[in-house]
């Protein structure tokens, strides 16, 4: 329907009485281009809390600066080194926090966004359990 009303009014709007084709060609590339527009801008409203999800973790990341979302599942502390086991709908990653002050406020079921550099886990301490177990 809006294409049609489009159609039409481009149809009386032209003065020259391009062929129906050639106005359908406009309007289908302006079509695409609004398509294009509305697809960039939900991409940049999804990465506003992660640049990605658990399921895309992996040791081809380490050395990369990223950004993950999700529930904290639990909170560890070992004395100066903090741990937070964060969980999305697609895993866990374990976040390792080497400021215990940045856990302050911070309870589990509370939903946060963490950014920082992806490192290899020591091997004696690597996590069989999860996918996301040697990073």
């Known amino acids: 329907m809006f294409v049609g009303s489009l159609l039409r009014q ?3 709007q032209d003065q020259n009485r391009r062929s129906i084709a050639g106005i359908f060609k406009e309007i289908l590339s302006f079509a ?4 294009f527009i509305v697809e960039k801008e939900r991409m940049k409203m999804s990465d506003i809390y992660r640049s990605k ?3 895309q973790m992996g040791e081809g ?9 999700g529930w904290v599942e639990n909170i560890r502390d070992h004395g100066g ?4 086991d964060l969980r999305d709908m697609y895993g866990v ?8 002050e940045l856990l302050k406020g911070i309870r589990k079921e509370e939903c946060i966004s963490v950014e920082g550099l992806v490192e290899h886990r020591d091997e004696e301490t690597y996590n069989p359990k999860i996918p996301t177990g040697t990073i």
């Open 10 to 12: 481009a149809f009386r």
């Open 61 to 69: 990341d380490v050395g990369k600066e990223i950004r993950i979302a």
């Open 32 to 35: 695409a281009a609004c398509c």
């Open 93 to 100: 990653m374990q976040v390792v926090l080497r400021d215990t």
């Open 81 to 84: 080194v903090s741990f937070l």
């Open 53 to 55: 999800t658990m399921d």
